[in-house]
C-alpha cells in the first residue's frame, strides 16, 4: 500500500464548477500535510498546507481528518487556469522533514 | 536571489555515461532535498542535506549515485553509469525553519535526465 493514496483522476470539469480532489494517509505520525499544484512539465509549487481546524484560501479550502486520515482540497468557480495536476503531500517524519507526495489528481477545467 | 536554481535543464546521455546535475539552493535554507520523478508518479525522496552533512538517503540511491554538498552550500548529483530506468526528471528542493515553523520545500525546476 503507498503511504499516501489519490485518485490519479483525470477530472474534467466545466468553467465554474466546484470540484474535490482526497487523499489518504497511512502514517498516523505525520505531522505536516500540504497540497502542491504541478504544471505538465514544470517543478511542483506549494498551493496551501493543511491545518486540522481546516483553511481557506479564496476559491481554495483544505481539511484534515487526522481520525480519518483523510486530507481533502475543495476548489470553487474553477478556471481554465486551474488545469494541473494537485499533489497531496504529507510529512511522515519529523526529524527533517521528508516530504512524502501522491501521485497527484489531474484536472482539466473546459470552456 | 531568485530561488532555487538546477543545472541542466535538459541532459541527454548514453547508456554508460556518467552525468552530474547542480542545485543552487535559496541562500539562507540551511537544508537541501534530492528527489526524483518518473511519469505519473509524485516526486519521491533520494536524499537529504542539513548545511553539508548528508543526514538520510532513501533505497532508492543505489551504489551509482552519489550526493554531496560540500560547502553547505550548492549541491551535485552523479549518477554513475547510467541505466535507462535513471530517466527521469530530478528535483531538487530546500528548506527552512522561521521560528520554529517550517513552511515547506522550495523546488527548483528540475533536470530532465534522458537516457538513451
Known amino acids: 500500500r503507498k503511504e499516501v493514496e489519490q485518485d490519479p483522476g483525470p477530472f474534467n470539469v466545466p468553467e465554474g464548477a466546484t470540484v474535490a480532489f482526497n487523499c489518504t494517509y497511512s502514517?498516523?505520525?505525520?505531522?505536516?500535510f500540504f497540497w502542491y499544484r504541478q504544471d505538465c512539465r514544470k517543478e511542483p509549487k506549494l498551493l496551501m498546507s493543511?491545518?486540522?481546524s481546516g483553511n481557506e484560501d479564496g476559491r481554495f479550502t483544505a481539511q484534515l481528518n487526522r481520525a480519518s486520515q483523510y486530507i481533502s482540497l475543495l476548489i470553487r468557480d474553477s478556471k481554465l487556469s486551474d488545469s494541473a495536476t494537485y499533489l497531496c503531500?504529507?510529512?511522515?517524519?519529523?526529524?527533517?522533514?521528508?516530504?512524502?507526495f501522491g501521485t497527484g489528481t489531474r484536472l482539466l477545467v473546459s470552456p | 536571489d531568485t530561488g532555487v536554481s538546477q543545472n541542466p535543464r535538459h541532459k541527454i546521455t548514453k547508456r554508460g555515461q556518467n552525468v552530474t546535475f547542480r542545485c543552487d539552493p535559496i541562500?539562507?535554507?540551511?537544508?537541501l532535498y534530492w528527489y526524483r520523478q518518473t511519469l505519473g508518479q509524485g516526486p519521491e525522496f533520494l536524499t537529504y542535506?542539513?548545511?553539508?552533512?548528508?543526514?538520510?538517503k532513501s533505497r532508492l540511491l543505489s551504489d551509482r549515485f552519489s550526493a554531496e554538498r560540500p560547502k553547505g552550500s550548492f549541491s551535485t548529483l552523479e549518477i554513475q553509469r547510467t541505466e535507462q530506468g535513471d530517466s527521469a526528471m530530478y528535483l531538487c528542493?530546500?528548506?527552512?525553519?522561521?521560528?520554529?515553523?517550517?513552511?515547506?520545500?522550495?523546488f527548483g525546476s528540475g533536470t530532465r535526465l534522458t537516457v538513451v
Open positions: 528542493a530546500s528548506s527552512s525553519q522561521i521560528m520554529g515553523e517550517w513552511h515547506g520545500y522550495t
Open positions: 502514517n498516523s505520525a505525520s505531522q505536516s
Open positions: 493543511v491545518y486540522s
Open positions: 503531500v504529507v510529512n511522515g517524519n519529523t526529524g527533517f522533514q521528508k516530504l512524502v
Open positions: 541562500s539562507e535554507h540551511n537544508r
Open positions: 542535506f542539513q548545511n553539508e552533512a548528508q543526514l538520510e
